[in-house]
């Protein structure tokens, strides 16, 4: 379980709409990497992850770069 | 430990077995006339649910989770949607899918006192103020033509009807936003994210309970919580049902106190028959556990966890030494691929892929390094699907190759130690038919 700090904006996967197009990767390689099949791996090997202020912007390109709109970013829990 | 009189599945005096109480009079004969719950109002829950958290009953589908503050969690969000005047009132499921091969406990609950969880249905959806209930077996389930026979006797009795529903048998088909999703107007596919409670079958506020929870109700009802926890052990009290099956004298369904010795268990069984190389606890998304951590411990959520198991729904099984544990779990694995919904990439790619690598230890053609690999993927799929499917049948791969490591290290030297030719974990019929990529047959 991950244990939210207040304030961080967390990035959120649903895993049912996900398809492996693999953008969110490209964009975000810092909190993003692909497994075999090509599908988003979390830093956090959860789906959710807690975005750094610094990556914010990398997160929102993430999210609109996602054909499937598969990506969330949020500031609640 | 002293032996508990069964609640559930009351025995016959004269032959042991338990009774057929499939007939209302014989039923009321038994268990006395349907207890009276008062009808929940003005969004406040009735004084059953006092009762219920008073008696500590936990879920018996698999999670544990406690009930009373679930049904909590359904009237609160029941209230607060009739507050924005959007207010459909609660609906009750009672959930006897029975998923798991190896469970057959709903089915023999089912079918011996079916009115007790008809009557734990009209009790929660009293208490809770539901004005719907539904009663979910599998698609061409034998328990079908008994249940119409059973509801046909009641009608004009309960204040809710009861109507049977029967998904689709498939694994993920029984998860509890899948089966609430598939009452609707949706598929019976797992939902991400989903909380039934809140916005259930159709975005009504949906109470999903295991058959046996309900029946366990239905005598809280009766009897009172502290009648309830006056068996079994404090932090999850009562009597369960347990589907012990494998290398076991006498398989079946049997009614315990929680915390019971698993030898007990074992013992009321018939006792293992030959030598057992390990016991899978919780079925096919739950854990292997060694033999000698399993038969020191007790039957209850904490110690069976504390010994690398997990309860479930209440499935003990135990592998003879005869049998490839290999082959065992690639057939498994095969299968509960193709139970998969195939929404998530994890499951749909990750779970194949195992049951492949596991074929291809179980045929001797792999090496330390595939050993190695299959862990990586194991470690990689879980908690990265919608639901629990995945993590499940990951937890059941991962536990049989720490369980059987020594066996698996045989294999990959080019060994096999088993002498049996026919499998110990049931598959149900005329289901996917998977195939060993070492070409030998999985029948």
Known sequence: ?77 | MTSITPRLLPPDPVTGRALDMRSLSAHEAHFGPAPRVAVATKGRPESLIDEISASGLRGRGGGWFPTARKMHAVVESAAARKALSSGRKAVVIANAMEGEPASSKDAILLSHSPHLVIEGIQAAAATIGASNAYLAVHRGSPLIPILDEVLAQRSGIDRVPVELITPPARYVASEESALTHWAGDGEATPVYGARPFQRGMNGRPTLVQNAETLAHIALIARNGGAWFASAGVPDAPGTTLVSVGGAVAQPGVIEVATGSPVTDILNRCGGVTGSIQGFLTGGYGGAWVSTTALQTTTWAPDPVREAGGVIGAGILLALGSQHCPLEEMARVAMWMAGESAGQCGPCRFGLPTVADDLATLAGREGSIQDIHRLNERLALIVNRGGCKHPDGTARFISTGIHTFHAEVAHHANGHCSASSNHFALPIPEGRAVPVNRAGKDFK
């Open chain 1, 1 to 77: 379980m991950n244990h939210p700090r207040p304030g961080l904006s967390k990035l959120r996967l649903d895993p049912t709409v996900c398809d492996a197009h693999g953008f969110c990767a490209e964009v975000l390689p810092e909190l993003i990497t692909l497994d075999e099949w090509e599908f988003p791996v979390f830093i956090s090997g959860g789906l959710t992850v807690e975005v750094p202020h610094e990556l914010l912007g990398e997160a929102k390109r993430a999210v609109s770069a996602c054909p499937v709109l598969a990506l969330r970013l949020s500031k609640e829990d």
